[in-house]
């Protein structure tokens, strides 16, 4: 497996090596030691699915109290995921960084906790996946609005193209009166 940082410092791309032939592929997508050597000691408890159709905006979500980390990745089409460092203490609170993931690249994000995080499906539909390093906790979770001027998101839409966001995410919190991460 490859670890790659992006701009912002925890959050990781991950490439792992594929095995392919005419029968299929096969990939190892989580493994312990290889992940702590990386700098990313998670213990993950809850894994995720969801499908969506094409865009289909989810986030960006976080949990204030009891925070997740997610190690996330697409089994079926293309999404365009994004983190943002919801981290007042961080030398990049309020900046974002995100990545294309698909079924063909293979590729994976961990996304640490102190993050907010979402995705937009670019393909007819999507599978993601993701293991997070807590549960779940309805109560505790926030949501930033995607299209924020403060934030300048580009989401890698077509133009013209206005994403299908649930009433929950269209009503969320703008950056500035978002509750943060000391």
């Known amino acids: 497996m490859e670890f790659i ?3 912002l410092p925890g959050v990781i791309m991950i490439k792992p090596r594929v095995f392919g032939d005419t029968r299929g592929f096969f990939v ?3 493994h312990q030691k290889k992940f702590a050597d990386a700098g990313i000691p998670a213990a993950f408890v809850q894994d995720n699915h969801s499908r969506s159709s094409q865009y289909i ?3 960006l979500h976080y949990q204030i109290q009891r925070p997740q980390g ?3 990745r697409v089994v079926t089409g293309h999404v365009f995921d994004v983190a943002v460092d919801m981290r007042k203490s961080s030398p990049t609170f309020g900046r974002w960084t995100g990545a294309h993931l698909s079924a063909g690249n293979q590729h994976m994000l ?3 906790p102190g993050f ?3 995705f937009v499906v670019l393909s007819e539909m999507a599978d993601f996946v ?3 390093t807590d549960f779940y906790a309805p109560q505790h979770e926030r949501s930033l609005l ?3 001027p403060a934030l300048d998101i580009d989401w890698s839409l077509p133009a013209g193209i206005e994403p299908i966001l649930s009433t929950k995410d269209a009503a969320a919190a703008r950056f500035n009166d978002a509750e943060c991460f000391e």
């Open 146 to 148: 995607w299209n924020d």
């Open 70 to 72: 997610k190690l996330v």
């Open 5 to 7: 940082p992006t701009e």
């Open 57 to 59: 905006l989810r986030g």
């Open 116 to 118: 907010a995080h979402g």
């Open 110 to 112: 961990w996304v640490p």
């Open 130 to 132: 993701y293991k997070c």
């Open 28 to 30: 190892e997508t989580w």
